[in-house]
Structures are given as structure tokens and as C-alpha cells.
């Protein structure tokens, strides 16, 4: 499975952007996916996740009611919609697929990852 997160770039601070995330195959039609970020000179952090189906997602503290993660099964995609974007958000961007159903908060719990799309907020 390959996935190709795009979609980041410079916004300023208050802003909006929509990432997303397409992969290869269908093999993640059954699986939970997520979103994860990594700032500069900081650890990998979880930001979002969703079940096989969107029926059920999940997100870090940071995210919860500013970000929105879905998926389309049909297009195999899954997308992370972010608002009211401050400067800690400024990070480097990965989604991946879970091995379960269920996408967790944990690194462990996914498989395939993509190569990552930077986001910049500015102040």
C-alpha cells in the first residue's frame, strides 16, 4: 500500500487548510486510518483517527473541535479538515493505515504510512 498525503502549505494563523490522503489499493477499505504530525525537533503525535467505515473517530486534545478527520471508502481516501490553525500547529503531516479496523492513537497500531505533507501556520 503506497499513500500520497497532499494538500499543506503556508496559511496564517486563523486560517483553514484540507489535507489528504489517497492510497494505492483498496486493502485499507477495511482497516481505521489516521493522521499523525511531527513538528521540528519534536516527537511523531497523533492527531486524528477514524474507523473502517467513518462511523466512529477519534482526535489528540490539540485537534478536538478544530479538526475533522472522514474518508471515502469508495475513493479510498481520507481526508483531515483543519480550522482555526494556530503556529503550533506548523508540523510535517502523516496519515497512515491501521492494521485493525479501529485506528488508535498509537504509532504501533499502523502499518503503512505515507511520506508526509509540511503544514506552516504563520502568526
Known amino acids: 500500500v503506497q499513500l500520497q498525503a497532499s494538500g499543506g502549505g503556508l496559511v496564517q494563523a486563523g486560517g483553514s487548510m484540507r489535507l489528504s490522503c489517497a492510497a494505492s489499493?483498496?486493502?485499507?477499505?477495511?482497516?481505521?486510518m489516521g493522521w499523525f504530525r511531527q513538528a521540528p525537533g519534536k516527537e511523531r503525535e497523533f492527531v486524528a483517527a477514524?474507523?473502517?467505515?467513518?462511523?466512529?473517530?477519534s482526535y489528540a486534545e490539540s485537534a478536538k473541535g478544530r479538526f475533522t478527520i472522514s474518508r471515502d471508502r469508495a475513493k479510498n481516501t481520507v481526508s483531515l479538515q483543519m480550522n482555526s490553525l494556530k503556529p503550533e500547529d506548523t508540523a510535517v503531516y502523516y496519515c497512515?493505515?491501521?492494521?485493525?479496523?479501529?485506528?488508535?492513537?498509537?504509532?504501533?497500531?499502523?502499518?503503512?504510512w505515507g511520506h508526509g505533507t509540511l503544514v506552516t501556520v504563520s502568526s
Open positions: 489499493r483498496r486493502t485499507n477499505s477495511n482497516n481505521g
Open positions: 497512515a493505515v491501521a492494521r485493525s479496523s479501529v485506528g488508535g492513537s498509537s504509532e504501533r497500531e499502523y502499518n503503512y
Open positions: 477514524i474507523n473502517w467505515n467513518g462511523a466512529i473517530t
